[in-house]
């Protein structure tokens, strides 16, 4: 792909029950930290769930029930937040040129509807006090989603005089600390109890990125006088793959990881890369066996050779509990960390998003 039309992240935020910004966040995951505590919500024997939850009088300065539990005015607070620190970090962020880009809940969660995501979308434009390009848009399938997204930000960022967009805005936010989630989620057995070792911890958290084209930012940190600086350093998006997988979490079907293998080829296809080119591979994958056996099995269908000396291979949600559509977003904010903190075990990267249901998507990026 050409570097004219080729897309970078160029700078995050992030608010999460480990951190209230993107940098505390990820120190808190690099050094294998977690905040997970007692919640009012209760299992069938009445003890405790866990959960990694933000503390809310930070954020909002009230206990109301409704903003604990992960309603609309506290993931507002947390997009602000996070938002902040991602223009501060940019240099500042123009509203009227860049599209905002939310990465929602799947369609399929209890209580999560267009009318709901709609309101919190306003809410946060809102409280934030910025009015973005009207190409703004807000996607339903989860953190797959964020692929989804930076294909449409490829469409905006590939004529800007035409669409009127010099930057995207792509954020995720989610809230797994409420009723609706709660309640569904130990019917299914899906929760961390004493009686379900294979379960995930719920939490909640904003992340968000700006995507610019990466002659932009190439030629923004060059009249910075930045351009040898590790900390000035950006992801070059080179893949993006889209795949369905049959053998869904509720299909009752043994996982084997052919849809996420799929993208993942997709996405190294496109960047002309193989598997044992990754130095860095990130998955979003909850403590949930299946999900981990789908990343096992689709990276084995595709790794031909040893991988590289030092590769790593990360799961954020150990550190900050399932976060539903803000996995998605994070795992660039801790990619881009990973680079400018020069904790990375090399320059390729490689991020692989699963779902409840069949959508799943891959993202190849190169430190620059």
Known sequence: MSISTELSVIASGAVSSIGLSAASTCAAIRASLNNFRETHFVDSKGEPVLGAMVPTAVLTGTEDDEVIQGGPD??????????????????????????????????????????????????CQATAGMAFHAASRITQVGTPGLAVMLKYSRELLAAPQESGVQAVL?????????????????????????????????????????????DAALARRRA???????????????????????????????????????????????AELQAHDVHNRMSDATAESYFFEEASY???????????????????????????????????VLALDQVRKQWAAGENILIHLSSNSSPRAALVLTAA
Not at 194 to 213: H, K, M, Q, T, Y
Not at 230 to 257: D, K, Y
Not at 303 to 321: A, D, I, K, W
Request: with cysteine; glycine share 12%; net charge neutral.
């Open 224 to 270: 910075d006088g930045r351009e040898d600086e590790p900390a000035a350093a950006i992801l070059r998006l080179r893949g993006i793959g889209l795949a369905q997988e049959s053998a869904t979490l509720s299909s009752r079907q043994p996982s084997r990881g052919r849809g996420l293998a799929t993208a993942i080829a997709q996405a190294l296809g496109e």
């Open 298 to 332: 689709a990276w084995t269908r595709l790794l031909r050779q040893r991988s590289p000396e030092g590769y790593l291979f990360t799961t954020p949600m150990n550190r900050v509990g399932h976060i539903g559509a803000a996995m998605g977003p994070l795992t660039l």
């Open 170 to 214: 792509i954020a995720g936010l989610d809230s797994l600390l409420n009723g609706n989630d709660i309640r569904q989620a130990l019917q299914e057995g899906r929760i961390l109890t004493s009686a379900n070792a294979d379960g995930f911890i719920p939490g909640e958290a904003c992340a968000c990125i700006l995507v610019v084209r990466s």
């Open 74 to 123: 506290k993931l507002a607070a947390m997009f602000v937040r996070a938002v902040r620190e991602c223009s501060e970090a940019a240099g500042g962020i123009d509203p009227a040129q860049t599209a905002l880009l939310l990465v929602g809940p799947e369609g399929s969660r209890p209580g999560v509807d267009e009318a709901l995501l709609r309101h919190v979308f306003d809410t």
